[in-house]
């Protein structure tokens, strides 16, 4: 079974702190994605990378950077969290065989900035 | 207009009903579809995933798309309480995916 495993399941950080979300998958994925998903707006593309040290904008990039030094790690960063950016993180990763891409979602991490 | 529209629900049947969630897109050119469930404070799992217009059917689930209306629908027979989760559907555009807001339903036994 592919697993996607996120460093933390619940974060509580303050204003202005740098805040580090790490994401490793264990099936040799090409692709890695980061979301984020809040009531009412559903799940919004962040960055994602197709592979090592290269990176692509998703749709909501502001505020955010990534880095993707390894294959199986993806991390996101807040370099001065906001409390508009307290949501739930989620990472994907991806292969695609023929015709068919299934993106495999790690279980999340809550953030709270107060 | 979003290039995926999803009706938020909430959903609440009865156990043994069946259950019909449906997703609006807007662009023509897009030609794989998918549906993920997501249970509470977990991650989404694909579901159903289809190529073009059709039918595919995967025990309980089918999922249709029509790509004359572009509409695709995800028909859950004889639901179960276990089937109470967020269902979003998803369109690959490119190498990332365009996910509605999902639907949330709840199947009452």
């Known amino acids: 079974d592919v697993k996607v495993t996120q460093s933390s399941r619940y974060l509580v950080k303050r204003t202005g702190e740098k805040v580090f979300l790490e994401c490793v998958q264990d099936?040799?994925?090409?692709?890695m994605f980061w979301y984020r998903q809040d009531p009412g707006l559903g799940l919004r593309l962040i960055y994602f990378?197709?592979?090592?040290?290269?990176?692509e904008k998703g749709d909501i990039p502001e505020g955010y950077s990534v880095s993707r030094e390894k294959k199986e790690r993806f991390s996101l960063i807040l370099e001065s969290a906001s409390t508009n950016q307290t949501s739930m993180y989620l990472c994907?990763?991806?292969?695609?065989?023929?015709?068919?891409?299934?993106?495999?979602f790690g279980p999340g991490t809550r953030l709270l900035v107060l | 207009q979003k290039e995926v529209e999803q009706d938020p629900g909430p959903l609440s049947v009865p156990e043994g009903a069946i259950v019909s969630l449906n997703c609006t897109y807007s662009?023509?050119?897009?030609?794989?579809f998918m549906w993920y469930r997501q249970y509470s404070r977990k991650g989404p799992e694909l579901l159903m995933y289809t190529y073009s217009s059709g039918n595919k059917e995967d025990g309980r689930f089918t999922a249709q798309v029509d790509k004359s209306s572009k509409y695709i629908s995800l028909f859950i027979r004889d639901s179960q309480p276990s089937d109470s989760a967020t269902y979003l559907c998803?369109?690959?555009?490119?190498?990332?995916?365009?996910f509605g807001k999902g639907t949330t339903l709840s199947v009452s036994s």
């Open positions: 990378s197709y592979d090592v040290k290269m990176k």
């Open positions: 099936m040799d994925h090409e692709n």
């Open positions: 994907a990763s991806s292969l695609f065989q023929g015709t068919q891409e299934t993106q495999y």
């Open positions: 998803a369109i690959k555009a490119g190498t990332a995916l365009i």
């Open positions: 662009n023509s050119a897009f030609q794989y």
